[in-house]
């Protein structure tokens, strides 16, 4: 079990893509909802929701960082990485991506449903060096800026 200090780590500097409107939903019933994308100043505004009750809110810009803490441990470290923007709307790329476990609620790492969701695995490397342009986060940041590049061409 991978930990940091006290914590263990379940999600450890992963890449999280999240269209705006959309949520991302992690371990332990928390989700993270771009609420909304402003292209102007080039800031989201993010909210953190355990169970579907929001438990934060933040704005952030690139390389801002956002920090969510449980009875003085950390929860979630994300860092808004960059915004894509093509017709069909925004994409926002956050990375790294940190989430330790909250220890008030259960959290079972063997779960096939956490299993799955773990990134850089050497199981997983080892799948994906097959076909590595089949990364479902790529294909999706593909089909969104596809209608932007054909527009502007």
């Known amino acids: 079990m991978v930990t940091a200090g006290d914590s263990e780590v379940i999600l450890n500097g992963t890449s ?3 269209k705006a409107g ?3 939903d992690f371990e332990q019933d928390y989700s993270l909802h771009v609420k909304y994308v402003n292209p102007e100043s080039e800031r989201v505004w993010v909210s953190l929701s355990l ?3 929001s438990v934060a809110d933040s704005i952030l810009g690139k390389d801002e960082v956002f920090t969510y803490s449980s009875n003085s441990s950390t929860v979630f470290n994300i860092t808004m990485d960059r915004i894509y923007y093509g017709s069909s709307g925004e994409l ?3 990375e790294p991506v940190y989430q330790y476990v909250d220890h008030r609620y259960p ?3 063997d779960d096939e449903k956490v ?3 773990v990134p850089n695995t050497s199981e997983n490397e080892s799948k994906k060096q097959g076909v590595p342009f089949l990364n479902p986060a790529l294909l999706v940041l593909f089909a969104l ?3 932007y590049v054909y ?3």
């Open 151 to 153: 527009e502007h061409r």
């Open 115 to 117: 299993q799955n969701k």
């Open 145 to 147: 800026l596809l209608p």
């Open 92 to 94: 926002v790329t956050f």
């Open 51 to 53: 169970n579907g009750e």
């Open 16 to 18: 999280v893509y999240v």
């Open 107 to 109: 959290y079972n790492p």
């Open 22 to 24: 959309e949520s991302f």
